[in-house]
């Protein structure tokens, strides 16, 4: 079982916004501002797309965005392409024995 | 531009160890902060371990503690990750991962993944 929960698959249609969630704990998503989010497209390693719960690295379209509240972290995909259907993960450093883990992924389907 | 590249493929029997090296390029292995990651066929990513560049230190999960070792050459610009007593639950593909020499990590470079195998 992950240490952080996401709903194992969203869906939208081309054009819409989805939201994707990321739940935790006071201990990791709560109480730090070190949420990341992962794309990964089957067959390939994952793709950064989000740090520090809102930050895009460069190159990263702006229709990707993040936010936090409370322990629950989000990703929004406005404007959704075919393209972006993937996996998502989000990341989130932990003041546990283990200092990062990941959510257990969650599929988006674009229909 | 940082360059991740992997060694391949390894098929090991349980019990056995297994290294795996991530060469580095574009960048010095000394200018980062290497980590792995690891995801089981058709499963989510899990973090093994890396470099933390405030403690100077290499930190493990603690799943893997014991039974993992992260090295690096930086004669080579390689990085290492060890992991001994396989078991079929070890199968899966490992990916060297980096983002600059920063704490908490997050992954702008990723190696192509190598995957292990573990079946008698």
């Known amino acids: 079982q992950s240490a952080l929960t996401q709903p194992a698959s969203v869906s939208g249609s081309p054009g819409q916004s989805i939201t994707i969630s990321c739940t935790g704990t006071?201990?990791?998503?709560?109480?730090?501002?070190?949420v990341s989010w992962y794309q990964q497209h089957p067959g390939k390693a994952p793709k950064l797309m989000i740090y520090e719960v809102s930050n895009r690295p460069s190159g990263v379209p702006d229709r990707f965005s993040g936010s936090k509240s409370g322990n629950t972290a989000s990703l929004t995909i406005s404007g959704l392409q075919a393209e972006d259907e993937a996996d998502y993960y989000c990341s989130s450093y932990t003041s546990s024995s283990t200092p990062l883990v990941f959510g257990g992924g969650t599929k988006l389907t674009v229909l | 531009q940082v360059q991740l590249v992997q060694s391949g493929a390894e098929v090991k029997k349980p019990g056995a160890s297994v290294k795996v090296s991530c060469k580095v390029s574009g960048y010095t292995l000394t200018e980062l902060s290497m980590h792995w990651v690891r995801q089981a066929p058709g499963k989510g990513l899990e973090w093994m371990g890396g470099f933390d560049p405030e403690d100077g230190e290499t930190i493990y999960a603690q799943k893997f503690q014991g039974r993992v070792t992260m090295t690096e050459d930086t004669s080579t610009d390689t990085a290492y990750m060890e992991l001994s007593s396989l078991r079929s639950e070890d199968t899966a593909v490992y990916y060297c991962?980096?983002?600059?020499?920063?704490?908490?990590?997050?992954?702008?470079?990723w190696g192509q993944g190598t995957l292990v195998t573990v079946s008698s």
């Open positions: 006071s201990s990791d998503v709560g109480g730090y501002n070190y």
């Open positions: 991962a980096t983002g600059g020499p920063r704490w908490p990590p997050d992954f702008d470079y």
